[in-house]
Structure formats: structure tokens, C-alpha cells
Nanobody, 120 residues
Framework: QVQLVESGGGLVQAGGSLRLSCAAS????????MGWYRQAPGQSRELVAA????????NFANSVKGRATISRDIASNTLYLQMNSLKPEDTGVYYC?????????????WGQGTQVTVSS
């Protein structure tokens, strides 16, 4: 089991920035990947950004390319999402995700979510 604790969400004006943090209870270098997903009201959960722990390869949703940066701090077992030039459509609950694929199956773990609200 992996516990994930997110922080950094809140209310921000359009054009502003936020830095979300996700602290993991386990050494993150043992994970295959970590990522951020978000879910807007009435919408499905969607990938925002992901990063592989070993190689640091990243993947971003088209809607946030150029505005988001995902990074990880191995020493502190923490995942970050820096988002700039925020738009109202970025509003949603942001979830930290851990993916582990080691024994022939894929396991996903999720944080509790942190609310991001971007006002016009």
C-alpha cells in the first residue's frame, strides 16, 4: 500500500500559477511512474501530466502543454506539478497517482485529491 498526500491546491485567478505537491509514504524510485490527473465537475478523470521515476520521461495532456511542468524529488519522495497561465478550464480536483508494474500486473494508487479553482 502507498499513501499519497497532496497539497498546494486552492483558489487562483486566471493567469496565475500553482505548485501542487504529492508526498509519498514509500520510496518513489521504486515506482514505475507518477502522475497528476484531474476531474472537473461532470467530467471524467483525465491525465494532466506523468513522469517515469527511473528515466524522468514526461507526458502532458495537450491542454496543458507549455503551461505545466512535472517533476519529482527522489530524496523527499515528493512529486510536483507546476502550472502557469492558469485558465478557468483548469478547475477541478487534482489527484496524485502512483503506478507500479512489477509482478505482471499494474497497480494504481491515488491521493485524496486537492481542489484547484481558477476564477475568471
Amino acid at each position: 500500500q502507498v499513501q499519497l498526500v497532496e497539497s498546494g491546491g486552492g483558489l487562483v485567478q486566471a493567469g496565475g500559477s500553482l505548485r501542487l505537491s504529492c508526498a509519498a509514504s514509500r520510496r518513489i524510485f521504486s515506482f514505475n511512474s507518477m502522475g497528476w490527473y484531474r476531474q472537473a465537475p461532470g467530467q471524467s478523470r483525465e491525465l494532466v501530466a506523468a513522469i517515469t521515476l527511473g528515466g524522468g520521461d514526461t507526458n502532458f495532456a495537450n491542454s496543458v502543454k507549455g503551461r505545466a511542468t512535472i517533476s519529482r524529488d527522489i530524496a523527499s519522495n515528493t512529486l510536483y506539478l507546476q502550472m502557469n497561465s492558469l485558465k478557468p478550464e483548469d478547475t477541478g480536483v487534482y489527484y496524485c497517482n502512483v503506478r507500479i508494474a512489477n509482478t505482471g500486473r499494474t497497480y494504481d494508487y491515488w491521493g485524496q485529491g486537492t481542489q484547484v479553482t481558477v476564477s475568471s
